[in-house]
């Protein structure tokens, strides 16, 4: 069974940079495309990043340029660096990992969530 832990959310301004993580642990697992979602208030959960086990990345329309996704495999973290907040950014950001179990099965892992809130 795979953990996910994320940190580094806040309230930050808008204009400002935040870096989100996410560490996966656990045994006999390995992972294979890791993402970040996030949910604004009110609003339906959306995919924000994509980053496969090769460091192929894909973007929402809304972050690219801005936002950059990467891992790191030999620590089993992601992490998403967030640049030129706007307020419309404000959500709280889910780590998900698609992995295969120790007998080969693809899963899924959803992170606790963790809270960006960007002022104006």
């Known amino acids: 069974q795979v953990q996910l832990v994320e940190s580094g959310g806040g309230l930050v301004q808008a204009g400002g940079s935040l870096r989100l993580s996410c560490a996966a642990s656990g045994s006999g697992f390995s992972i294979n495309v890791m993402a970040w979602y996030r949910q604004p208030p009110g609003k339906q959960r959306e995919l924000v990043a994509t980053v496969d086990s090769g460091e192929r990345t894909n973007y929402a329309d809304s972050v690219k340029g801005r936002f950059t996704i990467s891992r790191d495999n030999a620590k089993n973290t992601m992490y998403l660096q967030m640049n030129s907040l706007k307020p419309e950014d404000t959500a709280v950001y889910y780590c998900?990992?698609?992995?295969?179990?120790?007998?080969?099965?693809?899963?899924?892992?959803w992170g606790q969530g963790t809270q960006v809130t960007v002022s104006s």
């Open positions: 998900n990992c698609a992995y295969f179990s120790r007998s080969g099965s693809l899963r899924n892992k």
